[in-house]
């Protein structure tokens, strides 16, 4: 059974990068009553067989009092199977995440609402699945399977996406909410993803967060992303592009605010995975990220 309450707060974090992991480290180890970095986020299937000597890195961190929670990209909870899940599951991934959890000893798991592997080859795409309630069923049967495989609670992220594949048979907050419900397992709300899948797609971003059961809300994820796309796909009709490759814009900051004063979160992540700039403006960033959650009460613990 799905319970926030009994999840601690981890306040706010960064991903662990390897253009930036030495940075990172420098900066924990130089680290003052002010740090913004008070966990950190990875990409669980790049630390999966991997020589013990890789994984040092993460048991360095943990060791200076930063826990390392893991966010997949390849569990595909989207993918629909001809026999169940725990039959067709790639049971290779899942040992291997269950190797890393042994050693990070996370709080819970996450993956986007999406298809990365389809007849046992991977996409490498976080390819969108269409808002039907088929889909519904076949995520909420996967999620049930993995919390069951790994015996730790679940989060949903939002993704971004650029098409709907075909006609949706509702809306995609009423498409979220029901896996929300279905599967009892919390949501990991990307405030970036909502706000460029607004504007292109043309809804009202806030109006989405209002439609959306924001009590399930665990994580937060918030990143910049590329406007000037539409040059190159003004045909496509798109506007802006998710990259987490620029710096985190006013309106996302925003919707940000919005979403604090409506829900507790238990940790909130800088995402940043390109582009990267001078290690110092990433500090910034995540200080003003830190005063924002300051100001809506978030419990900030150094
Ligand atoms: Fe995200």
């Not at 662990?16 to 950190?40: D, F, G, M, P």
């Not at 088929?134 to 999620?143: H, M, P």
């Not at 679940?154 to 498409?175: G, Q, V």
């Not at 403006?281 to 613990?301: D, G, R």
Request: with cysteine.
């Amino acid at each position: 059974m799905f319970e926030k309450n009994k999840l601690k707060n981890y306040g706010l974090g960064l991903g662990l990068r390897t253009a930036i992991q030495k940075e990172t480290l420098n900066y924990i180890k130089a680290e003052t009553a002010e740090s913004c970095i008070q966990w950190l986020e990875i990409v669980a299937e790049n630390y999966i067989y991997k020589p013990k000597a890789q994984l040092e890195i993460l048991k360095e961190f943990m060791d200076r009092g930063k826990p390392i929670i893991p966010h997949s990209v390849n569990l595909s909870i989207g993918t629909a199977y001809k026999s169940s899940p725990r039959e067709s599951y790639d049971r290779r991934l899942l040992d291997g995440l269950k190797d890393l959890f042994k050693l990070i000893q996370p709080p819970w798991f996450s993956d986007h609402v999406s298809c990365t592997r389809i007849n046992g080859f991977y996409l490498q795409e976080l390819i969108p699945v269409p808002f039907i309630k088929e889909s519904v069923d076949t995520v909420v049967d996967n999620i049930k399977f993995l919390e069951d495989e790994f015996q730790l609670p679940f989060l949903i992220e939002n993704p971004s996406y650029y098409s709907t594949l075909i006609k949706p048979e509702m809306t995609e907050s009423e498409f979220l909410n029901e896996i929300l419900e279905k599967a009892d397992c919390g949501l990991l709300l990307d405030v970036n993803n909502v706000y460029v899948n607004a504007l292109n797609h043309s809804y009202n971003a806030m109006e989405f967060l209002n439609s959306l059961d924001l009590s399930r809300t665990v994580q937060v994820h918030i990143a910049g992303h590329l406007e000037d796309y539409q040059a190159h796909l003004s045909k496509r009709h798109l506007k802006i592009l998710d990259t987490h490759g620029e710096v985190i814009k006013e309106e996302v900051f925003a919707l940000f605010k919005y979403l604090l004063e409506k829900t507790e979160v238990k940790a909130v992540l800088l995402e940043r995975d390109s582009n990267f700039p001078e290690f110092s403006n990433i500090i910034s960033e995540l200080a003003h990220v830190k005063q924002l959650m300051k100001e809506s009460s978030l419990i900030v613990n150094n």
